[in-house]
């Protein structure tokens, strides 16, 4: 089974100043997909940014961009220039991309970024 | 494009009865994945449905059931709820395939007395 694991329960950081969170997961599989959500206090899960394990290249949006490490199983989210919008919990997941697993997404348990002014 | 809708947007129950939450996907999209969160065990996943199938399902007990429908609409029922029920269920919508990103719902709020 694969877990995910986020190790900072809440971080803080000044608007205009970047922030990472980290991630790790546990797979024996090697073809999967890694997820970054946001919940924000209205709790709709917002997609942020998206990772294809058989990419060695790193994705990134806007400000949003991942350190994905395949073999230390390791997936950080880096938030550049850091609004108030972005204050929510924010979610990594993994999703297998073979056998049954259809439709589930394996969650962390979420780091909750609070964004100072 | 519509995002995923879910009705009703909060519910309150007592211990005992049944509950039918409902979930709308994103136009085109035919997978509806059911998650629930708790802050004791965080999101987990309950079942997924395409095509009017139940492809996967987790690890939950038999009181929790689904289904959808042909317009994939999909339902998720509770039966003989308990305390522990309460919890935010969500939905998230994509086309099927194994890689497709899931989009998610606002989610239906289950509050059980």
């Known amino acids: 089974a694969q877990t995910v694991t986020q190790s900072q329960p809440e971080m803080s950081v000044q608007e205009a100043e970047t922030v990472t969170l980290s991630c790790t997961y546990d797979?024996?599989?090697?073809?999967?997909?890694l997820f970054w959500y946001k919940q924000p206090p209205s709790r709709q899960m917002i997609l942020v940014i998206r990772q294809e394990a058989y990419k060695q290249q790193n994705a990134t949006e806007n400000r949003f961009s991942v350190n994905f490490q395949k073999a230390a199983k390791s997936f950080s989210l880096k938030i550049s220039d850091s609004q108030l919008g972005d204050t929510a919990m924010y979610f990594c997941a993994f999703r297998h991309a073979g056998g049954t697993s259809y439709g589930k997404l394996t969650f962390g348990q979420g780091t909750i970024l609070t964004v100072h002014p | 494009k519509a995002g995923v809708t879910q009705t009703p947007r909060y519910l309150i129950k007592t211990r005992g009865q049944q509950v039918t939450l409902s979930c709308s996907p994103i136009?085109?999209?035919?997978?509806v994945s059911w998650y629930q969160q708790t802050p004791g065990q965080g999101l987990q996943f309950l079942f997924e449905?395409?095509?009017?199938?139940?492809?996967n399902k987790g690890n939950f007990p038999g009181r929790f059931s689904g289904r959808q429908f042909s317009n994939s609409r999909s339902e998720m029922n509770v039966s003989t709820l308990e305390l522990g029920d309460s919890a935010l269920y969500l939905c998230a919508s994509s086309l099927g395939g194994r890689t497709d990103t899931q989009y998610f719902g606002p989610g239906t709020r289950l509050t059980v007395l």
């Open positions: 797979t024996s599989e090697s073809n999967y997909y």
């Open positions: 449905y395409f095509s009017e199938t139940q492809r």
């Open positions: 136009s085109g999209h035919r997978s």
